[in-house]
T-cell receptor
Framework: KAGVTQTPRYLIKTRGQQVTLSCSPI?????VSWYQQTPGQGLQFLFE???????NKGNFPGRFSGRQFSNSRSEMNVSTLELGDSALYLC????????????FGDGTRLSIL | AQKVTQAQTEISVVEKEDVTLDCVYE???????LFWYKQPPSGELVFLIR??????QNEISGRYSWNFQKSTSSFNFTITASQVVDSAVYFC?????????????FGTGTRLTIIP
């Protein structure tokens, strides 16, 4: 069974640009969550999608947005990039119940110059 | 609000020694799940174990064991006879009972280094 796939693995952007990250969940998983990992703030929850609807959102500015498609694949978009957006962005999928473990991808490492 | 504390930032032990990683959590819910994840240098978070708030039975799985105590809000993780491959960052996480709330609150992680 294939795991969670995130593309691209690495990305370099400059301030002010926008970026789109992609996540393909494990087959059969309907929930996709996104997390930001930085040395200073650790792992922080961004948002979660289930059946194409955003169910939960963390405390991030509106520059961070996402969506989910009918095949459960998800994209995350960050507009007007700032230096502080440099981070490892992790995607996780699960069956969609709070007590089920989330399975993570390898992440996309975003560097802002 | 929920919170997870991993007071140990870094631990180094010599191979074959036992090591315990501490996790203390805070939550107002009576129903919740606790998780341990391992993050090797490759970056992927690997799920290790989950425990629900009603199951305080401790578990042993190979070289890994977990000690869950609601009285002290702790969910500690022990590796017996450590190996170099155990070197990684370990995260404790909490999920509160709320259908539709797929949010994990993570601790800050403990970097474990096994010295050969």
């Amino acid at each position: 069974k294939a795991g969670v796939t995130q593309t691209p693995r690495y990305l370099i952007k400059t301030r002010g640009q926008q970026v789109t990250l992609s996540c393909s969940p494990i087959s059969g998983h309907r929930s996709v969550s996104w997390y930001q990992q930085t040395p200073g703030q650790g792992l922080q929850f961004l948002f979660e999608y289930f059946s194409e609807t955003q169910r939960n959102k963390g405390n991030f500015p509106g520059r961070f947005s996402g969506r989910q498609f009918s095949n459960s694949r998800s994209e995350m978009n960050v507009s007007t990039l700032e230096l502080g957006d440099s981070a490892l962005y992790l995607c996780a999928s699960s069956q969609g119940q709070w007590n089920q473990p989330q399975h993570f991808g390898d992440g996309t490492r975003l560097s802002i110059l | 609000a929920q919170k997870v504390t991993q007071a140990q930032t870094e631990i180094s032990v010599v191979e074959k020694e036992d090591v315990t990683l501490d996790c203390v959590y805070e939550t107002r819910d009576t129903t919740y799940y606790l998780f341990w994840y391992k993050q090797p240098p490759s970056g992927e978070l690997v799920f290790l174990i989950r425990r629900n708030s009603f199951d305080e039975q401790n578990e042993i799985s190979g070289r890994y064991s977990w000690n869950f105590q609601k009285s002290t809000s702790s969910f500690n993780f022990t590796i017996t006879a450590s190996q170099v491959v155990d070197s990684a960052v370990y995260f404790c996480a909490l999920s509160e009972a709320n259908f539709g709330n797929e949010k994990l609150t993570f601790g800050t992680g403990t970097r474990l280094t096994i010295i050969p």
